[in-house]
C-alpha cells in the first residue's frame, strides 16, 4: 500500500486484496476510500460499516480504521494532504466558497451514516475513479488541474446528498472563534470541556478532536486548556486574598496538589513561589 512522502500532496493507491494489509491504525492526512468489488467490515473508530462494491469511506487525520474483506476487494485509495486543497483554491469555483472538501472530509454526520450514492451519480463516480487510476499511472497527479476537477466532482456529489438530506453547510462550518469562546466561558466547567462534550459543540467527531485542534490551534487541546486555567489563576494569585484550595476548587482541580503540578508545568515555577514574588 502507499502512503504520502514528504514530496507528494495527493496519491492513488488502486490495490485488490483477501486480507487487508494493515492492522488498525491512522494517518496524518485524508483519505478517501472507493470500494469497487468485493464486500466485507468498515472498522472506522467506534462504528463497524458492512462495505460493497461502490460504497466511498472519508477518513480524516487521527481517525482509526482497518478493514475486514470478506470477498477479495478492490480498493481505491484517494490520499491527499491538508496543503493539497489549500495550494489550489485559486482553481476553486464559487459552490465550494462553502462547504470545502476538507471541511466535508472532517464532517461527524458523514463518519456516522453509509454514504449512499443512487444512480446516475454512482456510475459517475465509478467513473471517475477509473480516471484518476489512469491519471495518476501515466502523469504527474499532484499539479494536474484535470485530476484536481475529477477531486472535486466526487466532493460535488457529496454535497448533493448532504443537501437531498437537509444537511446545512452554512450552519456546520467550523467556526475556530465560537470554539474558542465556548473553551473561555466554561473554562470553570470541567465537564463542558471534556473532548466528548467540546467535540459535539464543534460538529467534529471525537475521535480526531484532539489531533484537528493541534492541527489548527499549534498545540494540543489540553495543553490549551491549561495555559488559559494558569493564565486566569495567576490573575487571582496576584490580587490575593484567595486561598490555593479556593482557587483548586473554582477550576476544578482534584486537590492543591493537581493545581499546583498543573501551574509548574506551564510557568516552570509553584504557584508559592509566584505569590512570594508578588509579596515583594
Known amino acids: ?14 490495490f485488490t486484496e483477501k486480507v487487508f494489509s494493515w492492522a488498525h491504525h491512522s494517518h496524518t492526512y485524508y483519505e478517501l476510500i472507493y470500494i469497487n468489488s468485493g464486500k466485507g467490515l468498515h472498522l472506522l473508530n467506534d462504528d463497524v460499516i458492512a462495505y460493497e462494491s461502490g ?54 454526520w458523514l463518519k456516522e451514516v453509509k454514504i449512499v450514492i443512487n444512480h446516475p451519480c454512482n456510475e459517475i463516480l465509478r467513473s471517475t475513479i477509473k480516471n484518476l487510476v489512469i491519471y495518476s499511472k501515466h502523469l504527474n497527479i499532484n499539479a494536474s488541474p484535470i485530476a484536481y476537477y475529477q477531486l472535486l466532482s466526487i466532493f460535488g456529489m457529496i454535497k448533493e446528498i ?42 467534529i467527531s471525537p475521535t480526531y478532536f484532539s489531533n484537528y485542534f493541534k492541527r489548527h490551534f499549534g498545540m494540543p487541546y489540553q495543553e490549551y486548556l ?55
Open 1 to 14: 500500500m502507499k502512503i504520502l512522502n514528504q514530496f507528494e500532496s495527493l496519491v492513488i493507491d488502486d
Open 55 to 108: 460504497d466511498l469511506f472519508l477518513v480524516s487525520p487521527g481517525e482509526y480504521h482497518s478493514f475486514e474483506i470478506e470477498d477479495e476487494t478492490h480498493f481505491t485509495f484517494v490520499k491527499f494532504t491538508e496543503s493539497y486543497f489549500e495550494s489550489k483554491k485559486h482553481l476553486a469555483p464559487d459552490e465550494f466558497k462553502v462547504g470545502s472538501p476538507e471541511f466535508l472530509m472532517e464532517m461527524r
Open 162 to 203: 448532504l443537501r437531498e438530506r437537509n444537511v446545512s453547510l452554512h450552519k456546520e462550518e467550523f467556526n475556530f472563534e465560537k470554539l474558542i469562546s465556548f473553551i473561555h466561558e466554561n473554562i470553570y466547567n470541567r465537564e463542558k470541556l471534556s473532548i466528548k462534550e467540546v467535540s459535539l459543540f464543534s460538529n
Open 226 to 280: 491549561d495555559n488559559y486555567r494558569v493564565t486566569l489563576i495567576e490573575k487571582r494569585l496576584g490580587i490575593g486574598g484567595l486561598k490555593l484550595k479556593q482557587i483548586a476548587d473554582e477550576f476544578g482541580f482534584t486537590d492543591v496538589s493537581h493545581l499546583s503540578k498543573t501551574f509548574k508545568k506551564v510557568k516552570g515555577y509553584s504557584p508559592k513561589s509566584y505569590i512570594k514574588q508578588c509579596l515583594r
